[in-house]
Nanobody
Framework: QVQLVESGGGFVQAGRSLRLSCAAS????????SGWFRQAPGQARELVAT????????YVADSLKGRFTISRDNTKNTVYLQMNNLKPEDTAVYYC???????????WGRGTQVTVSP
């Protein structure tokens, strides 16, 4: 089992930055890839970014490139999502998830709320 805990969300004005953290515990050696997802009210969950633990390769959704960056600290079993120049449309609950290499995200955190005011 893997446990994921997100932190770093909050209420910010447009144009500001936030860094989200996702701390993993448990059987972390089983994690192949971590991902950040977000879900705004009334909307479907969408993939924001992913990072592979063994080689650090990353993916960021095209619409977010240039503003969002994903990174990891293997020594802390933590994945980060740096969000710059935030916009009101970035308002959502952000979730961290972990994939054991099964092509599915098997573990999910409870989410952290990000609210961006105009």
């Amino acid at each position: 089992q893997v446990q994921l805990v997100e932190s770093g969300g909050g209420f910010v004005q447009a144009g500001r930055s936030l860094r989200l953290s996702c701390a993993a515990s448990g059987h972390t050696s089983s994690i192949y890839q971590s991902g950040w997802f977000r879900q705004a009210p009334g909307q479907a969950r969408e993939l924001v970014a992913t990072i592979t633990w063994n080689d650090g390769s990353t993916y960021v959704a095209d619409s977010l490139k240039g503003r969002f960056t994903i990174s990891r600290d293997n020594t802390k079993n933590t994945v980060y999502l740096q969000m710059n120049n935030l916009k009101p449309e970035d308002t959502a609950v952000y979730y961290c998830a972990a994939d054991r290499g099964t092509l599915e995200y098997d573990y999910w955190g409870r989410g952290t709320q990000v609210t961006v005011s105009p």
